[in-house]
């Protein structure tokens, strides 16, 4: 067993006793961080922060908040964090990255959705996976200025579609974005193919 922030040790194999305790404390904040890593399978610090931290002021006190938030997740086994890390625009340390750990399978499986569960991704599906995640923050974000939203978001598999034909189309990702009455259905591709 390990110690994290919490009030309890936490079991190396996470047994229904501690996903019960687990759920008792999870703010709605946890619970859509959860959703939304199980939604994309990896997401990274950045993007987290993007996503559920913006209401705070900028600097200290949001990587404060966010760091907590995280540490307490990992420490209760919600999240994972991946050993590779990524590394931003012209390398550097990059941002950790996040998958559901076994209390977060749980919980995701609770809440009645379709629980994903990666193995270990390698580096070019990791950079693939985190700009499916980077597509859903982007939209998000821009909804948030310009009066739409993100009603709904599929990364593959669950955004391939029959093509009538016997087959599945393939894309990258399904967005349903929303606007008053409008509604604007995207199948997404997103494209790392690296310049010569």
């Keep these: 067993m ?8 936490v079991p190396a194999r996470v047994r229904p006793a501690h996903v019960d305790w687990v759920a ?4 709605a904040r946890d619970r859509d961080i959860v959703e939304i890593v199980n939604r994309l399978r990896v997401v990274s610090s950045t993007q987290l922060s993007r996503l559920f931290f913006a209401d705070l002021r900028a600097g200290r006190s949001r990587t404060t908040a966010r760091t907590r938030a995280l540490r307490r997740l990992v420490a ?10 990524t590394g931003g625009h012209g390398g550097g340390s990059g941002a950790q990255c996040y998958a559901l750990d076994s209390t977060g399978q749980r919980q995701a499986e609770d809440a009645g959705g379709r629980v994903r569960r990666p193995g ?6 990791l950079r693939h996976i985190l700009g499916v995640s980077e597509l859903y923050v982007s939209l998000v974000e821009l909804g948030r200025t310009a009066g739409f939203t993100v009603a709904a978001f599929e990364a593959e598999p669950g955004c391939w579609w ?9 894309p990258d990702a399904y967005a349903l974005l929303a606007c008053g009455t409008v509604r604007d259905h995207w199948w997404l591709e997103h494209d790392q193919a690296e310049p010569h």
């Design 2 to 9: 390990t110690a994290g922030p919490v009030d309890r040790p």
């Design 24 to 27: 008792s404390r999870l703010s």
């Design 76 to 85: 209760w086994r919600v999240l994972c964090p991946l050993e590779r890390r």
């Design 120 to 125: 270990a991704p390698g580096q070019r599906t």
């Design 162 to 170: 029959p093509n009538g034909l016997g087959g599945r189309l393939k």
